[in-house]
């Protein structure tokens, strides 16, 4: 596997494929095994999300309380991203998937049977730790084990489960939900799961371990991004609700994060054996390349956490109604994803990753003028649209950004490229959860000026739902005014919920401009040879 690669690595950009060893049919179970796995713990995110009214409500847990079942998955997702590529190397790629691949499935099955919420939370916990394994070790071995001709193509497998997995989570959660139990929102990876770890089983070579490298681990970097991470991500998901850095609470996570990762990149950037490789951040193809990324993450979470808390709120949806919404957000990318390979062959990968961008941002434009009549019908095309630029984007982005990462570096590549999209989905959602709340609180503060006693159509309005409340029962006319009051205060808020979903989007159109200008900032693809685009 070294010499493969160490040969890839030399050969010439202009080399013709057949100058590549061919691809072992061991070698694609391999692949289409990990990205299996990928898949589902992607899944797992939006799954869960969208069935976490029904799941509270089965095991006793309180609205507040219960969003920490969504959060815990989340930290321990993202903090072990990072060290899977060193953990790989110290337990063997074979022994370290199949043991993580078991246990998500094992602690999967076992959320279902959760009595009560602590239970719930250090289930989830688990369930994220080893699902997270599976997500850059999936991209790992796409840019290890395929030769460049065939990257492509694991890939668009690849953003199979980083684009199209949260789309589509809604959608399976909201049917699961509605038609058999939240219970089956867990049960639902048991057969996949089966049929992964089958496919690693017999697809991965087994390799000693090498726990000598324990003890020169980079642990001081180890602690310190564990730390940070997990404060970082508790910040943005509770911070909102907390009223931000109003919340002692907030406020002493916040200073924990930023001093942790303060002093992780200070050692990373100083140790002689770090556990992520930061260097390669400043090689241009691939720092762009995951600016962009952290911005499509922005954009690709937003989105799918935007939506439905808008068709629940505003229409009054079902979570499968809203999954069904949701499905033309993922459906459409299933046809296109098998495509953008080829278009890679024909085209400029970066033409490509721009016009992805283009119809993305597109798309959140569209969503910019919403009214009390816009739902499913409305939703539609900027959901197709939204779902071809998605498709679009993935695959070449990360092709062109990982262009010329070595082996030794392909696990640090795959940790960073990874955790970044999925922190830019978290800051995202932070963001718009603070924009929804301010922003409906300016439009409701500019409305209600406009809806006054001193306006005609406000007087006449007023005397029309009085009457109705009279002649619905309501015998006292004090109380009638009294609900006629309530009603246009009603109407004042919905308004301005639909007002504030209308800024959300335009915020995700403008990540969408500036992740464009990162990607243009890539290197020409026939530049990139072994140096990676410095």
């Given at each position: 596997?070294?010499?493969?690669?160490?040969?890839?690595?030399?050969?010439?950009?202009?080399?013709?494929?057949?100058?590549?060893?061919?691809?072992?049919?061991?070698?694609?179970?391999?692949?289409?095994?990990?990205?299996?796995?990928?898949?589902?713990?992607?899944?797992?995110?939006?799954?869960?999300?969208?069935?976490?009214?029904?799941?509270?409500?089965?095991?006793?847990?309180?609205?507040?309380?219960?969003?920490w079942?969504?959060?815990?998955?989340?930290?321990?997702?993202?903090?072990?991203?990072?060290?899977?590529?060193?953990?790989?190397?110290?337990?063997?790629?074979?022994?370290?998937?199949?043991?993580?691949?078991?246990?998500?499935?094992?602690?999967?099955?076992?959320?279902?049977?959760?009595?009560?919420?602590?239970?719930?939370?250090?289930?989830?916990?688990?369930?994220?730790?080893?699902?997270?394994?599976?997500?850059?070790m999936?991209?790992?071995?796409?840019?290890?084990?395929?030769?460049?001709?065939?990257?492509?193509?694991?890939?668009?497998?690849?953003?199979?489960?980083?684009?199209?997995?949260?789309?589509?989570?809604?959608?399976?959660?909201?049917y699961?939900?509605?038609?058999?139990?939240?219970?089956?929102?867990?049960?639902?990876?048991?057969?996949?799961?089966?049929?992964?770890?089958?496919?690693?089983?017999?697809s991965?070579?087994?390799?000693?371990?090498?726990?000598?490298?324990?003890?020169?681990?980079?642990?001081?970097?180890?602690?310190?991004?564990a730390?940070?991470?997990?404060?970082?991500?508790?910040?943005?998901?509770?911070?909102?609700?907390?009223?931000?850095?109003?919340?002692?609470?907030?406020?002493?996570?916040?200073?924990?994060?930023?001093?942790?990762?303060?002093?992780?990149?200070?050692?990373?950037?100083?140790?002689?054996r770090?556990?992520?490789?930061?260097?390669?951040?400043?090689?241009?193809?691939?720092?762009?390349?995951?600016?962009?990324?952290?911005?499509?993450?922005?954009?690709?979470?937003?989105?799918?956490?935007?939506?439905?808390?808008y068709?629940?709120?505003?229409?009054g949806?079902?979570?499968?109604?809203?999954?069904?919404v949701?499905?033309?957000?993922?459906?459409?990318?299933?046809?296109l994803?098998?495509?953008?390979?080829?278009?890679?062959?024909?085209?400029?990968?970066?033409?490509?990753?721009?016009?992805?961008?283009?119809?993305?941002?597109?798309?959140?434009?569209?969503?910019?003028?919403?009214?009390?009549?816009?739902?499913?019908d409305?939703?539609?095309?900027?959901?197709?649209?939204?779902?071809?630029?998605?498709?679009?984007?993935?695959?070449?982005?990360?092709?062109?950004?990982?262009?010329?990462?070595?082996?030794?570096?392909?696990?640090?590549?795959?940790?960073?490229?990874?955790?970044?999209?999925?922190?830019?989905?978290?800051?995202?959602?932070?963001?718009l959860?603070?924009?929804?709340?301010?922003?409906?609180?300016?439009?409701?503060?500019?409305?209600?000026?406009?809806?006054?006693?001193?306006?005609?159509?406000?007087?006449?309005?007023?005397?029309q739902l009085?009457?109705?409340f009279?002649?619905?029962?309501?015998?006292?006319?004090?109380?009638?005014?009294?609900?006629?009051?309530?009603?246009?205060?009603?109407?004042?808020?919905?308004?301005?919920?639909?007002?504030?979903?209308?800024?959300?989007?335009?915020?995700?159109?403008?990540?969408?401009?500036?992740?464009?200008?990162?990607?243009?900032?890539?290197?020409?693809?026939?530049?990139?040879?072994?140096?990676?685009?410095?």
């Open positions: 596997m070294t010499t493969l690669q160490a040969a890839i690595d030399a050969a010439p950009a202009s080399e013709s494929p057949s100058a590549y060893p061919a691809v072992s049919a061991k070698t694609w179970l391999a692949v289409s095994g990990a990205t299996l796995g990928a898949f589902m713990a992607v899944l797992n995110i939006q799954i869960v999300n969208a069935s976490l009214a029904d799941i509270q409500g089965g095991i006793g847990a309180g609205i507040d309380d219960g969003g079942i969504s959060t815990s998955y989340l930290i321990a997702e993202i903090v072990v991203i990072p060290l899977s590529g060193w953990l790989a190397q110290v337990f063997s790629v074979r022994l370290y998937l199949l043991t993580n691949a078991f246990l998500f499935l094992v602690f999967s099955a076992a959320c279902a049977l959760a009595q009560d919420l602590p239970q719930m939370i250090a289930l989830r916990a688990v369930q994220g730790f080893t699902g997270g394994v599976l997500i850059p999936a991209f790992t071995l796409i840019i290890t084990l395929l030769p460049k001709p065939k990257q492509p193509i694991g890939l668009a497998m690849f953003a199979i489960s980083a684009t199209f997995a949260p789309a589509i989570g809604p959608t399976i959660g909201g699961l939900t509605e038609n058999f139990g939240w219970e089956y929102i867990f049960y639902v990876n048991v057969v996949p799961g089966a049929i992964m770890i089958a496919m690693l089983f017999f991965l070579e087994a390799a000693p371990m090498k726990l000598s490298l324990l003890r020169e681990g980079d642990w001081a970097g180890i602690v310190t991004m730390i940070g991470l997990a404060a970082l991500q508790t910040v943005l998901e509770e911070g909102n609700k907390d009223d931000w850095f109003g919340s002692p609470f907030i406020v002493r996570l916040a200073v924990i994060a930023a001093v942790a990762l303060a002093l992780f990149l200070a050692i990373e950037l100083t140790v002689k770090p556990l992520l490789n930061l260097s390669i951040l400043f090689r241009r193809n691939f720092g762009f390349g995951v600016l962009a990324n952290f911005l499509l993450g922005v954009s690709l979470y937003g989105s799918v956490y935007v939506l439905p808390v068709l629940s709120r505003i229409q949806y079902n979570s499968e109604q809203i999954g069904m949701l499905a033309w957000t993922g459906l459409p990318q299933l046809l994803i098998p495509l953008v390979p080829r278009l890679m062959k024909r085209f400029d990968p970066r033409l490509v990753i721009g016009v992805g961008f283009v119809l993305f941002g597109g798309s959140n434009f569209m969503n910019i003028h919403m009214t009390n009549d816009y739902a499913a409305q939703l539609f095309w900027p959901n197709v649209i939204r779902a071809l630029g998605q498709a679009l984007v993935f695959a070449p982005l990360s092709a062109v950004a990982t262009a010329g990462i070595e082996q030794e570096n392909a696990g640090s590549a795959s940790a960073l490229f990874n955790m970044m999209r999925n922190l830019g989905g978290a800051i995202g959602i932070a963001a959860q603070t924009l929804l709340t301010k922003r409906e609180q300016y439009h409701s503060n500019v409305l209600t000026q406009h809806v006054t006693m001193f306006e005609q159509a406000t007087r006449a309005r007023l005397d009085t009457q109705y009279i002649s619905h029962g309501v015998v006292d006319r004090v109380d009638a005014v009294h609900h006629a009051y309530v009603a246009i205060g009603k109407v004042v808020q919905k308004q301005a919920f639909i007002l504030g979903f209308s800024d959300t989007f335009y915020l995700l159109g403008i990540s969408q401009i500036v992740a464009l200008m990162a990607a243009l900032m890539l290197t020409k693809p026939d530049r990139l040879d072994g140096g990676g685009g410095h």
